[in-house]
């Protein structure tokens, strides 16, 4: 069986999502920015029986991005999920960032996802299947979060754009857009936004969903 690769691998959604897909038996890479993270989570996925492919990357840094995809295919075969997590999350009101900070932003929130889908979707298209998802969110935009609003955006129009481009091909794109803070316990849990991605993945193409709002 093909692996999911998870990018963004971070306590919260990012390891509920890569525990998912392994309690179904796919095997999975687990990308982050820091070892440290990347670790624990790998050590968690392995717990379950499934083959695990600890990976480090930053999600802005292409050259980094495609060569920890390609480590992941090499180990696991071309994967049959990607779900692209990272995100920069943070209050910032207009004015209160600078340019810079703006850019170093859009460039998680929105570039990253857009470097993985140029990498991966060419050969899903290929093979005729295949999901790639991303973690949205901010559905009604909100002053107080300007770059997260911004970012949010742009990637539910990546997700049409891609989902034009792809769709037809037979690889499935979408969107789990989290209208709210990400804590256990709370109606935010991330296991349970993480059933989401699974049904995506696993919807028939006549059922296809390109977003869901969990919130």
């Known amino acids: 069986m093909s692996g999911a690769v998870i990018i963004g691998a971070g306590p ?8 998912r897909f392994a309690r179904e038996g796919m095997p999975v890479a687990v990308v982050a920015r820091t070892g440290a993270a990347v670790a624990e989570i790998a050590d968690a ?22 060569a920890a995809l390609d480590a992941a295919a090499d180990e696991l075969g071309p994967p049959e999920v990607v779900v692209y997590n990272a995100a920069v999350i943070q209050a910032d009101a207009l004015g209160e960032l600078s340019v ?3 850019q170093d932003a859009w460039a ?5 996802a857009l470097s993985t889908a ?11 299947h295949g999901s790639f998802i991303v973690t949205g969110g901010m559905p009604e935009p909100k002053p107080q979060y300007m770059s997260l609003s911004l970012g ?8 049409a754009l891609l989902d034009q481009q792809y769709g037809p091909s037979g690889v499935h794109v979408a969107t789990v857009t989290v ?14 936004i993480a059933e989401h991605y699974w ?9 296809w969903e390109r977003e869901v709002v969990h919130g």
């Open 199 to 207: 049904r995506l993945h696993t919807q028939p193409r006549q059922r």
């Open 108 to 112: 998680v929130n929105v570039v990253g």
């Open 45 to 66: 996925v392995g717990e379950v029986g499934v083959q695990v492919v600890a990976l480090t990357a930053d999600s802005t840094d292409e050259t980094g991005l495609w």
């Open 152 to 159: 949010k955006a742009g990637v539910r129009t990546l997700v």
């Open 12 to 19: 919260g959604i990012g390891r509920s999502v890569a525990m």
């Open 179 to 192: 209208a709210g803070a990400v804590a256990p316990g709370t109606a935010f849990d991330p296991d349970d």
């Open 100 to 102: 810079r900070a703006q």
């Open 118 to 128: 140029a990498h991966v979707l060419p050969g899903m298209a290929r093979r005729g």
